[in-house]
């Protein structure tokens, strides 16, 4: 069974399509936790009646232990932005590589809540901060006070009691770089320590609510309360900055598509397991509000098609030979979302024959240029995979109408618009498109070896480089312009957000997103229940 | 100290900020962190990133590559391309660019021999870089953070309100 396309999975619009799937990296998370049979403690607990202080979590993983140290601040309300331009947070977090003892637990409460301005150690893993949806927090937390459950219908209707607004690991800021755990059980796959991260803080505003609230928390609430999160642009260069990493997710994602489309025929567990997940799916929809015009209008459309989809999911068709790929198959005359929802859904039930997948999701392969490819022979890898490329006139304004670039003030990735804004001289390379047509342009046809082409044109050295990378790993690049008046960032925001395992996206303009994380997932006591919360619906 | 990808990524932005092209800027980063991770001195790094950028002149003669003239982070990418292409030996203008060609050919798994202004391959073993904080002397940390700091767009009240996103107070 071949796999889809790159060109046409690599597609902004396809992108910014995806859903969640098991492959998902909470999803593997939790089942390697489980798996483990990981136990989490709380060994410190230092709150004040209204709820400020710090608390250590802690729980032993991969032979490894970690702890989270969670502090909760007093923040004025007119603070509280989800922005990245914010300087204090209602809560911070640092993930520890050990049990941290009293001085360690002492540095990262005076240092944590500083965030960017303060500088961490290799002990430190992750680095994070979250702030309360007060609206819901005060309203759980007045509910229990007076001796009862919230209002299921609130719960739903946010789905999280704390939304973290950056969640920093890799050596950012003097934390550990990624290849301090790289190799270790459990944390070796990809942003595995900040998954653990997030579904550990979930669990401190589950606990934090019920201490200010004096009371418990139904099981049912805590489990539809995720951890909520508010992404912005500086997440959208990094796909383009790890092609291979890239390549490496969407591979595998293809590749287990794949493998379901090859299964001959279904049993009849499988068959039931599938209607019972189409239903699920409906009910997310109907629960999934976004008040953006795009996405409004997209669930709009997922809403009015999946009943038309799951209409055709008679017993005949399920029971017929390659049923699955029969499925996907005619889901191309639907609309693009509801195609990647099917492909989602149908991988859902398989988790034995695509979950080893999962192994395959990191990478430490970095791109490497090949220089004795000949000339001749990089230009027919253009002619074959660029055509999305150099195909566009950059020089018109509409090809052009946009540049990345970092901001003086934050350091952080910003979309300028080319011809309103200063800035465009500085602009960060990520016109992939328009460098690699600006190599062919250059390029020679004969024999002569890559090496000594770029000892002459020096300025093609990354796009030669990206061109050779993607011959090897065909799902490294985002075949779109994005540089493009039609760029749209959410979309790169959304294929790497439904890859952490993200639902509910709510997109808050076309740079940044709300999102909702680990929302169903299992509670600390949960885990040996760990593995069917894909599109978790209310129960609460 | 500081992290092997804060490295990394500075090095990366200060180079650009030099003026030196996306792709030996990308190398550039990769040979700090294999010099910083090994234990090397990152001085030749500093110096690289404090040359002019001038035109490349070079040669391929049998077997080696002659270097007429060229900055040393467009001349490293070269010569480590010439290695890998099979060329056995390289010959440098400048000797001063010695300790950052010898960088890149180390970190290409090609361990240097130099005599004179000529380096060879030889059967020595390279060292891997370990994954852990490291020291750089303050002086080239802020000459990397100067250079880089060119590539930083000023902000204005309009990329502020629309360039990350809405402008909005989240108090829900």
């Known amino acids: ?540 | 100290m500081w992290a092997l990808n804060e490295i990394a990524g500075l090095v990366q932005k200060a180079a650009r900020g030099a003026g030196i092209p996306v792709g030996q800027a990308e190398d550039l980063g990769r040979v700090a962190v294999f010099l910083a991770g090994s234990g090397g001195s990152i001085a030749p790094v500093t110096a690289a990133l404090l040359e002019p950028i001038s035109t490349v002149d070079v040669r391929w003669q049998d077997g080696s590559v002659e270097v007429d003239q060229g900055p040393a982070a467009l001349i490293g990418p070269i010569v480590s391309d010439a290695f890998a292409m099979g060329y056995t030996s390289a010959v440098l203008a400048d000797t001063a660019h010695a300790a950052l060609i010898s960088a890149f050919l180390a970190r290409s798994g090609v361990a240097p021999k130099w005599a004179g202004n000529t380096v060879t391959a030889s059967d020595t073993t390279i060292l891997r870089p370990t994954c852990k904080p490291v020291a750089i002397p303050q002086d080239d940390w802020q000459i990397w953070q100067d250079l880089a700091a060119k590539t930083y767009v000023p902000e204005t009240e309009a990329s502020r309100s629309s360039g990350a996103g809405a402008g909005l107070t989240d108090n829900d």
């Open chain 1, 1 to 540: 069974m071949p796999l889809r396309s790159p060109s046409t999975v690599m597609r902004l619009r396809r992108m910014g399509a995806g859903f969640p799937t098991r492959l998902s990296f909470l999803r593997t998370l939790m089942r390697a936790l489980a798996a483990d049979d990981v136990k989490v403690t709380r060994p410190v607990w230092k709150m004040d009646v209204a709820g400020f202080g710090h608390a250590v979590y802690s729980l032993r993983f991969g032979v490894y232990d970690y702890a989270l140290v969670a502090i909760s601040t007093d923040l004025p309300p007119e603070m509280r932005t989800d922005r990245v331009i914010a300087t204090a947070w209602d809560t911070t977090y640092v993930l520890y590589d050990g049990i941290p003892d009293q001085s360690e637990i002492d540095r990262i409460v005076a240092s944590a809540p500083k965030q960017e301005a303060a500088r961490f150690t290799a002990r430190d893993l992750v680095l994070c901060r979250a702030n309360k949806s007060v609206r819901l927090f005060d309203h759980v937390t007045d509910a229990l006070k007076s001796g009862q459950q919230p209002d299921p219908g609130k719960i739903r209707d946010t789905g999280y009691l704390m939304r973290t607004t950056a969640v920093y690991g890799n050596g950012k800021f003097g934390i550990a770089d990624r290849g301090h755990i790289a190799d270790r059980p459990g944390l070796g796959g990809p942003f595995m320590a900040e998954m653990l991260t997030v579904w550990l803080i979930r669990g401190f505003t589950h606990d934090l609510a019920e201490h200010v609230g004096c009371g418990t928390l139904s099981r049912e609430a805590k489990r539809h309360l995720g951890i909520g999160n508010a992404t912005g642009l500086g997440m959208a260069p990094f796909l383009v900055n790890h092609p291979l990493l890239l390549d490496a997710w969407m591979s595998v994602r293809e590749t287990a598509i794949a493998r379901v489309r090859a299964i001959p025929s279904l049993d009849e567990d499988q068959i039931g397991r599938i209607y019972d997940l189409v239903a699920r799916a409906a009910q997310h929809l109907a629960e999934w509000n976004a008040p953006d015009a795009i996405a409004a209008q997209r669930i709009a459309t997922l809403r009015h098609e999946w009943p038309e989809f799951a209409a055709t999911l008679t017993p005949e068709a399920l029971m017929a030979p390659n049923p699955i790929d029969q499925i996907i198959t005619q889901s191309a005359q639907r609309s693009v979302d509801t195609q990647e929802l099917i492909a989602a859904l149908m991988l859902e039930p398989f988790g034995e024959l695509i979950d080893g997948l999962t192994e395959c999701m990191a990478t430490s392969l970095e791109p490497e240029l090949d220089p004795t490819m000949s000339c001749a022979n990089l230009r027919a890898l253009i002619d074959r995979d660029w055509d999305w490329a150099c195909d566009v006139d950059y020089d018109t304004p509409a090809a052009c109408a946009q540049f990345w670039y970092v901001s003086e003030e934050k350091l952080e990735p910003r979309l300028g618009n080319r011809h309103q804004e200063p800035g465009a001289a500085l602009e960060s390379p990520l016109d992939i498109g328009r460098q690699v047509k600006a190599l062919a342009g250059d390029l020679t046809t004969g024999e002569t070896p890559v090496g000594q082409f770029l000892a002459e044109r020096p300025k093609h050295r990354a796009a030669a480089r990206r061109v050779q990378s993607l011959a090897r790993h065909p799902y490294a690049e985002i075949r779109d312009n994005l540089i493009g008046e039609t760029c749209l960032p959410i979309d790169i925001l959304r294929c790497k957000l439904a890859f952490f395992g993200a639902g509910k996206f709510d997109p808050k303009s076309d740079r940044w997103t709300r999102i909702t994380l680990a929302q169903g997932a299992p509670l600390f006591d949960e885990l040996d229940n760990a593995d069917d919360w894909w599109l978790p619906v209310a129960t609460v």
